[in-house]
T-cell receptor
Framework: GQQLNQSPQSMFIQEGEDVSMNCTSS?????WLWYKQDPGEGPVLLIA???AGELTSNGRLTAQFGITRKDSFLNISASIPSDVGIYFC?????????WGAGTKLIIKP | GAGVSQTPSNKVTEKGKYVELRCDPI?????LYWYRQSLGQGPEFLIY????????DSGLPNDRFFAVRPEGSVSTLKIQRTERGDSAVYLC????????????FGPGTRLTVL
């Protein structure tokens, strides 16, 4: 099925570093969402973006809805060990969510 | 509970068998969704319920897959004549309405077909 282009596929970073990941699409979406998934769990919503150009923060997380409505990025500042996991972007058109393949975040000890 | 719950958490079955996967949505959520997630991929849409009716089942891969939500709350995903390729994590999500409120996910059922 259709998927968004999410990059990078994985990231190895040191604790305390900032992280950036992004998603692009050939289609326009009305809503962009960022989820985090831990092993054995379902995705948990981190940030929802509803307006082109919107910049939204949730603690150390910041996400932006691209002005073209075809892309979004997520930044994590000052990473900590509990940030490890897989981050997914999703574009919503009405009720349907179209997902990226995920960015796996690994923090080097 | 406060969140979406799914049972069983793990299901191992043999090729050709029938399985049922259950989802209890958040109380009061009228919209319910089933997704399938393969290793290393994002979830893929299967079916969406608004109330008791399946509003969109276009994601079901074939007629071996069927889902019901008879009372507009709990939903069951049914898979007949399971195949090895059906092995995946099956996720359920619910939202307040189809257009209001985001989707909240359960922990998933990991299905393994031997």
């Amino acid at each position: 099925g259709q998927q968004l282009n999410q990059s990078p596929q994985s990231m190895f970073i040191q604790e305390g570093e900032d992280v950036s990941m992004n998603c692009t699409s050939s289609s326009i979406f009305n809503t962009w969402l960022w989820y985090k998934q831990d092993p054995g769990e379902g995705p948990v919503l981190l940030i929802a973006l509803y307006k082109a150009g919107e910049l939204t923060s949730n603690g150390r997380l910041t996400a932006q809805f691209g002005i073209t409505r075809k892309d979004s990025f997520l930044n994590i500042s000052a990473s900590i060990p509990s940030d490890v996991g897989i981050y997914f972007c999703a574009g919503r058109s009405n009720y349907q969510l179209i997902w990226g393949a995920g960015t796996k975040l690994i923090i080097k000890p | 509970g406060a969140g979406v719950s799914q049972t069983p958490s793990n299901k191992v079955t043999e090729k050709g068998k029938y399985v049922e996967l259950r989802c209890d949505p958040i109380s009061g959520h009228t919209a319910l969704y089933w997704y399938r997630q393969s290793l290393g991929q994002g979830p893929e849409f299967l079916i969406y319920f608004q109330g008791t009716g399946a509003a969109d089942d276009s994601g079901l891969p074939n007629d071996r897959f069927f889902a019901v939500r008879p009372e507009g709350s709990v939903s069951t995903l049914k898979i007949q004549r399971t195949e090895r390729g059906d092995s995946a994590v099956y996720l359920c999500a619910s939202s307040l309405t189809e257009s209001g409120g985001e989707q909240f996910f359960g922990p998933g059922t990991r299905l393994t077909v031997l």
